[in-house]
Each structure stands twice: as C-alpha cells, then as structure tokens.
Nanobody
Framework: QVQLVESGGGLVQAGGSLRLSCAAS????????MGWFRQAPGKEREFVAV????????RYSDSVKGRFTISRDNAKNTVYLQMNSLKPEDTAVYYC????????????????WGQGTQVTVSS
C-alpha cells in the first residue's frame, strides 16, 4: 500500500514552467513504477509520463515529449514532473500514480492514485 500526495500545480502563462511533486508514504515508492496522468474537463484521463522501478526507464506521451521531464528521488520517496514550454492545452488536473508493474503507460495498470493537482495555462 502506498499513499500519494501531489503538489506544485497552479496558474501559469503559456511558455512558462511548473514543477509538480508527488510525495509517497507507506511502502517505499522505489518498489513501483511511478506515473503522471492528466485529465481535462470532459476528456478521458490520459498518460503523460512514467518512470520505471529498478533501472529508471522513462516513457513520455508524444504531446509532452521534449517539454516535460519526469524524475524520482528514492531517498525522498518523491517523484517530480518538470513542465516547460507550457501550452493552454496542457491545462488539466494532474495525477500521480503507482504501478506494481516494471513500467506501464496504461492507467488500468496503476492501482494507487493521488488526489490530483490543478494546472492551468493561460494564453
């Protein structure tokens, strides 16, 4: 069992940056693949980025590749999402999630979720 709490969301202008954090408690987050998903109003929750357990392999969605960077600090039990060159279409609630799989981009593979943090990008 792991509990996840996101922070770092907010309002930013297009072209700006934000860094989201996801603090894990309970079982150590290094035992899980850690992912970020987002959900915009009226849309399905979609994959953004994931970092595997073990070797730290990383995957990104095509929409954020080259702009967002996922990282993890196992000593702090924390995962980060650095978001640069933000666009209005990045506006969504961002969720941190944990999966027992080595790595996955599928939300159904993630059994633990945070409460989400709002990111709003103004044009």
């Amino acid at each position: 069992q792991v509990q996840l709490v996101e922070s770092g969301g907010g309002l930013v202008q297009a072209g700006g940056s934000l860094r989201l954090s996801c603090a894990a408690s309970g079982r150590t987050s290094s035992l899980y693949a850690m992912g970020w998903f987002r959900q915009a109003p009226g849309k399905e929750r979609e994959f953004v980025a994931v970092i595997s357990r073990g070797d730290g392999s990383i995957r990104y969605s095509d929409s954020v590749k080259g702009r967002f960077t996922i990282s993890r600090d196992n000593a702090k039990n924390t995962v980060y999402l650095q978001m640069n060159s933000l666009k209005p279409e990045d506006t969504a609630v961002y969720y941190c999630a944990a999966s027992a799989k080595w790595i996955s981009t599928m939300k159904d593979d993630f059994g633990f979720w945070g409460q989400g943090t709002q990111v709003t990008v103004s044009s």
